[in-house]
Every structure is written in C-alpha cells, then in structure tokens.
C-alpha cells in the first residue's frame, strides 16, 4: 500500500463510529471483545480505561489499565477530560477523552468496554458510538458462570447480581442500544457480533476524492 492510500485509509477508519460493548460481569462480553481483537487487530483498537482499584496479578500498567489514584481521578473528572466513569465496590473507573484519541490516532476504530452508567454518559457526548449489550441467558445463568470462577464472597457475588439485574433491564429497554446479543453459546454469540458489524461497520465503502491542486479527502458512502 503506498503511503498515499495508507494515509486515506487511515482517514476512513477515522470517520467511522467507535464501538461500545456492554454487558453484566459473567456475560461473556470481554471473551466477545478478545476474539474480535485477535481477529481484526488492524481495525479495532481498545480504548484503555482508567481505575482507582489496584493492580491484580498479571496487569500491566497501560495495557489492562491506567492505574491511578483517587485524587487523581477525581481532578481529572472535575476538568473534564473524562467521557463517562463509574464507581463500583468502592473504586472508580472511567474512560478518558485522551485514551479514544489514542486509538483515532493509531488509525482504527476505537472499541470501549463500559457498564451501563458509562453508556448513559456517552450518549450525552459527540462520540455516536454503536452500542452493542450482550446479555447471559437467565441471571440464573450469570450466578451459576460467577460461582465458577471462585472469586467471589457471597456479598460480592450479591452486589454484582444486583448490578446486573439493573443492567439487564436498561439493557432489554427498546431503544438503549442497537443490538443485544443472548451468549447462550459462545460461537454463536460471535457469529452475531460479527454480523452485526459486517452489516454496520465492514459494509461502509470509502470514495477517495481529489481536491483541485492534488489535495486528497475520504467520503465515507453506504
């Protein structure tokens, strides 16, 4: 590809709409979010939220978070340059105005993983992103794929099943996102991400326009 149409190309991905998955812990969203990732790692890149919480092990500062501290957060919240954030079990996480220019930068569709009070933010900003919520079957479901994990107490476990009931019903709500997809099986549910976003993203064709005096511009067509 000569730079010329790298450049355009670049230009394309920059014009479409960023991509928000939502979905209750236990959903399944973030295996959704890794397979699409591995997929297309030159289409899609993951906007890298920020968090009061400490590292767990394995986490790497900048790759699974931007680990920080309370006050901290907090500044940046007041000055604004934060799309949404949200607080959960005491720590406060959020995905910053800069972490999305990052991924425009780098030339790929910015994808965000946000709960439900993060998608209510989003939707008060320009970002116009498309919103996807993948949903368990039953909560019952949820409860049993959580106690699996083994990494709850019984008042986690409570506290998150209570957040996902709320984020079921917003989720189930005609008119809050424009796909929902059930992840009773996992190929399935990825086979109707990746419809959703051959319908909706991949089928977007790009018209490459010569300004008089050489000048290139992209016209994003359907």
């Known amino acids: 590809m000569t730079s010329v149409l790298r450049h355009l190309s670049q230009m394309a991905l920059k014009s479409l709409r960023p991509i928000v998955l939502c979905g209750p812990s236990g959903s399944g969203k973030s295996t ?11 289409t899609f ?22 680990f920080t501290t309370k006050d901290q957060m907090l500044e940046a919240i007041r000055a604004g340059r934060f799309l949404e954030h949200a607080t959960f079990s005491g720590n406060t996480y959020g995905t910053s105005k800069a972490a999305v220019e990052d991924v425009k930068k780098a030339g790929k569709i910015c994808v965000l993983d946000i709960d439900t009070q993060g998608v209510k933010q989003v939707k008060q900003t320009d970002l116009n992103p ?17 106690r699996a994990r083994k990494t709850e107490t019984e008042d ?11 984020e079921m019903e917003y989720g189930k709500t005609s008119g809050n996102f ?8 996992l190929d399935e549910a990825y086979d109707k991400l990746k419809k959703f976003l051959e319908e909706n993203v991949f089928e977007k064709k790009y018209r490459t326009v010569l300004y008089p005096g050489g000048r290139f511009y992209s016209k994003t067509v359907r």
């Open 45 to 66: 890149g993951f906007s890298v939220s920020h968090t009061t919480r400490k590292p767990r092990p394995g986490e790497v500062d900048g790759v699974h978070y931007h």
């Open 178 to 185: 424009h796909v929902i997809i059930t992840n009773d099986d």
């Open 32 to 42: 959704l979010l890794q397979r699409m990732m591995r997929e297309y790692p030159d």
């Open 130 to 146: 498309w919103l996807i919520f993948i949903e368990p079957p039953s909560l019952e479901v949820l409860e049993a794929r959580l």
């Open 156 to 166: 986690s476990l409570a506290q998150r099943l209570n957040v996902a009931r709320e």
